[in-house]
């Protein structure tokens, strides 16, 4: 579960940070663009959280299949929600195999667009 493990929480740190500094610094751009990348990957999570806290709750109520196969397939709809979003942002690469793998190179393209953005 994530939220048990605190996985989210570094994101709300991040968005936080984000926001401050586009209300009271002067790298807004950078900041937006920060934003637009922590907060749908945040709420992918989130709502993951939620149906995963939904199935495990009622394994215990006797709900019926359907129900079940039903809260089963919204969790792995956020699992594909969250692969996308960190394929998108370059998180994490696709493999010829169709493999996940984490880009090791995601902090070097963050810094060098920080860079670029300073200078605008």
């Known amino acids: ?3 048990k493990n605190n996985a989210r929480t570094f994101l709300f740190q991040l ?5 401050i500094e586009n209300k009271i610094g002067i790298n807004k751009k950078i900041c937006n663009g920060l934003l637009l990348e922590f907060k749908p990957i945040e709420d992918a999570l989130g709502k993951y959280d939620y149906w ?5 709750k ?3 109520w ?3 299949i359907e129900i079940e196969e039903y ?6 709809i956020q699992v594909g929600l969250i692969e996308q979003l960190l394929i998108k942002h370059k998180w994490i690469n696709k493999n010829k195999e169709n493999v996940n793998e984490y880009n090791e190179f995601g902090y070097l393209n963050y810094k060098r667009k920080n860079k670029q953005n300073k200078n605008i």
């Open 1 to 3: 579960m994530i939220y």
């Open 15 to 19: 968005e936080s940070l984000a926001r």
């Open 52 to 56: 995963y806290d939904l199935l495990e």
């Open 58 to 60: 009622n394994k215990n």
């Open 62 to 64: 006797n709900i019926s």
């Open 71 to 76: 809260f089963k397939q919204q969790l792995f």
